[in-house]
């Protein structure tokens, strides 16, 4: 059935065309796998694009695309099921077509559609002959399960270039905002021994007016403005800044109804005697940068999930479709109807455990 939005169609078989795959041998076999199964000697994965059918993997032939509007295959995506043209010559839809002729030479013609988790059909498995002939039920099952596994393998490379992509975006968004506010838009103060303030600046001003509603005043003392939450430690790391120490810490804060995320700074101030006569304090809003932080946690963490799954939840159901594939091959591609239900399950399940896998790009 063609879906409504061709836009996005187009869009995801152009994507599809375009994405390097670390398992194009794989493809490679399904097509070949293909081919023999049907008697063909031309099968292909095609990606159907808004102007031009692209020839993804191919099997027997080196053309590399056609137009659109020569495509058997702009048909194929129309439908849901099989498409098969057991004699092009005999259907007004394809006599006068130029794919009958030259090296292609489609005389016989079966594609099954490559439909997307989304409901989209970009594109085809499809197989071709020389000479008009039938594919048999079992055939024509086979060829549509083998689609479904194609599907799988294009997705799953997608969602791991794209959650590649995401957890690099989110190290460089840390990058920046580690930057910025190592750089700017701290809270400031200066305190002298008694720990009564010599000097703000408008930052910390501002944010005490704003959040607390206090307005600070120089020579006041600073523990009028500490909430309870964060006096006693505060006071502590002053105290040992007192002393000649250098401390930087972080913590979460609440603020009325409002968490915020803090870096903060305690130094020793000298004079020219080398005698400390203040305490400089500092304080950044860190919130976004630590939110970046657990973005990386999280983009890492489904890495390393789908890592795993790749390793071991995969083994099962992939070793179970070569397994069956080698049964056909030996019994001259011919198979029971159990043997059918045994390989469309174990696509079932790769499949199942792929969207799983997917799911992690989206966390």
């Known amino acids: 059935m063609k879906n409504d939005n061709e836009k996005d169609r187009s869009l995801a078989a152009e994507r599809f065309m375009s994405l ?8 490679k076999e399904i097509v070949t796998f293909a081919s023999v199964l049907c008697g063909t000697p031309i099968a292909l994965i095609t990606m159907v694009g808004e ?7 191919s ?39 130029p794919l009958r002729k030259g090296e292609i030479n ?10 997307t988790k989304d409901g989209l059909n970009v594109g085809s498995l499809c197989v071709i002959g020389h000479q008009p002939q039938i594919l048999e039920p079992q055939q024509q099952q086979m060829l549509s399960i083998l689609a479904k596994q194609v599907v799988s393998i294009f997705e799953l490379e997608y969602s791991m270039k794209l959650l590649q992509e995401q957890y690099q975006q989110a190290r460089e968004n840390a990058l920046k905002l580690q930057t910025f506010s190592e ?33 600070m005043t120089s020579g006041a003392p600073i523990e009028n403005y500490l909430g309870p939450d964060f006096k006693s430690e505060f006071l502590e790391n002053v105290k040992r800044a007192g002393l000649g120490e250098h401390i ?37 809003n860190i919130s976004e940068l630590k939110n970046s932080q657990e973005e990386i946690i999280k983009r890492e963490q489904a890495l390393q999930t789908i890592a795993y799954m790749q390793s071991h939840e995969l083994r099962k159901p992939v070793s179970s479709i070569m397994g069956l594939m080698s ?5 001259q591609y011919l198979a029971s109807k159990e043997e059918l239900m045994m390989l469309e399950r174990a696509v079932d399940e790769l499949e199942e455990k792929i969207q799983d896998m997917i799911t992690h790009v989206n966390i």
């Open 51 to 57: 102007d031009t059918q692209h020839f993804r993997i």
């Open 327 to 331: 049964i056909f091959k030996a019994n």
């Open 106 to 115: 489609v005389q016989f013609y079966a594609g099954a559609p490559l439909k």
């Open 183 to 215: 750089s700017s838009g701290a809270c400031q103060l200066l305190l002298d021994r008694n720990l009564n303030i010599i000097h703000f600046n408008k930052p910390l001003s501002d944010f005490m007016t704003d959040i607390h509603g206090m307005k």
């Open 20 to 27: 390097q795959t670390s398992r194009e041998e794989e493809l």
């Open 248 to 284: 930087k810490n972080e913590n979460q804060l609440q603020h009325n109804d409002l968490k915020i995320w803090w870096q903060f700074n305690y130094a020793p101030v000298y004079n020219t005697d080398h005698e400390i006569v203040a305490i400089a304090y500092s304080a950044w």
């Open 59 to 97: 099997f027997g032939t080196s053309l590399e695309e056609t137009p659109r509007a020569h495509a058997f295959c702009d048909h194929t995506i129309q439908q849901d099921g099989v498409m098969m043209i057991s004699d092009t010559g005999k259907d007004d839809r394809f006599v006068e077509n």
